[in-house]
């Protein structure tokens, strides 16, 4: 990967943010000399086993950070101490998917991303939200260089209109998703970086905005939203914009007997659409989510011949097999209700817009504009 200078000027080691350089090839070699040599240790202590093609270190050379596959891993525990200088990292950040059920979650997700309709994936009426939001949004800002910071590889917002001149940085933790989903042959002016959203490699106030598809709205509560919150706005230039779909819960519960009443009378678009209010229906509080094992749960306690519902629907018999990747699944849903969600995001950030598609169920997915507040007040202890 070729790092290039305006990358460069917004990107920092996560954990002391000291500014990064790219490492010459005479560098790299002697650090893969300590790793064939089982010299090199992560910051965890774990030792690093696999050589790097290429490698960003911080301007005080204690740390270095792999380039694997073109891509900067910027995370905390893959920070390679250099010299004995680094103060170690011990464990992962709380909150984040290194491994587990919300891991393989996005692993599967990554194999199966064509299969996903709206409202899972953002329709052409949520792509042009975006695209209207972000360009108002800079236009008032008016950066000589538009810097825009995605959160996530979503390909419909990746590849949208964006603003001429403007550098996109595409932040994921999950390597499937960036190898299986980031458009890489169909961006241009822009570079995807692994990276945690807690933990972001990004220098202070950088960025003109933030964009997302449902991002913050399904972080884990209230350890990791805070955490992302407090990230956006400290990544987020003093006039500048956050903008993200959101995934909401209806103020009330939905009973599980209406939603499959209108599954069977053709009342609800498809499969996804049918999950995202299951996730809904079946949300305990703020913390708790929803259980995707849950989903599978009512999926079969209420629909006994899922072959015979299809045919009855019109829609294609191999469609229950979405419902089938969550029996058992340990990985969780969040979904807040906008007025959670309003209330926790006011101390930090002042909406200024919010949009609902004219699609089914569109106002569970609005796209939201916030500003954020002067920083004296973003401090808080969540």
Not at 135 to 155: D, F, H, I, K, N
Not at 189 to 216: E, H, K, N
Not at 259 to 288: C, K, M, Q, S, T
Request: aromatic share 6%.
């Amino acid at each position: 990967m070729l790092v290039e200078h305006d990358l460069l000027e917004t990107l920092c080691c996560p954990v002391s943010k000291w500014p990064l350089r790219v490492m010459t090839p005479q560098e790299v070699q002697e650090v893969n000399t300590t790793i064939v040599g089982d010299r090199a240790s992560y910051a965890d202590g774990a030792r690093v086993t696999e050589p790097m093609e290429g490698a960003l270190a911080t301007i005080d050379e204690a740390s270095v950070y792999a380039i694997r596959e073109g891509v900067p891993a910027l995370l905390p525990e893959l920070r390679i101490l250099r010299g004995g200088n680094a103060a170690p990292v011990t464990g992962a950040i709380p909150g984040t998917p290194r491994e587990g059920p919300a891991a393989d979650y996005w692993a599967e997700l990554s194999r199966h991303w064509d299969d996903r309709q709206p409202p899972r994936r953002p329709g052409p009426q949520d792509t042009a939200l975006l695209e209207r939001v972000v360009g108002e949004a800079l236009a008032s800002a008016r950066p000589a260089r538009p810097r825009a910071l995605q959160l996530g590889v979503t390909p419909e917002i990746a590849t949208m209109r964006w603003p001429s001149g403007t550098h996109l940085l595409a932040l994921d933790l999950s390597v499937p998703m960036i190898r299986n989903v980031w458009p890489a042959q169909r961006v241009h002016d822009a570079a995807v970086v692994r990276g945690d959203w807690l933990a972001m490699p990004v220098r202070d106030a950088t960025y003109d905005i933030v964009v997302g598809d449902a991002s913050i709205s399904i972080q884990r509560y209230p350890d990791a939203f805070f955490s992302l919150v407090r990230e956006v706005r400290r990544v987020l230039k003093d006039n500048g914009v956050l903008a993200t779909r959101v995934f909401s819960r209806p103020e009330e519960r939905e009973p599980l007997d209406k939603i499959f009443a209108d599954l069977r009378a053709g009342g609800i678009g498809n499969l996804d659409f049918l999950r995202w209010r299951l996730v809904a229906a079946l949300h305990r509080d703020r913390a708790a989510g929803t259980r995707m094992g849950d989903i599978w749960d009512a999926w079969e306690a209420n629909v006994p011949d899922p072959h015979g519902l299809m045919e009855s629907l019109g829609w294609p018999l191999e469609a229950p097999r979405a419902m089938e990747h969550l029996r058992g699944g340990e990985a969780v849903a969040i979904f807040p209700t906008l007025r959670e969600l309003r209330d926790d995001l006011r101390q930090d950030f002042e909406e200024a817009a919010c949009d609902c598609p004219d699609c089914e169920d569109g106002d569970r997915y609005p796209t939201m504009v916030f500003r954020p507040r002067p920083r004296p007040s973003h401090h808080r202890s969540a």
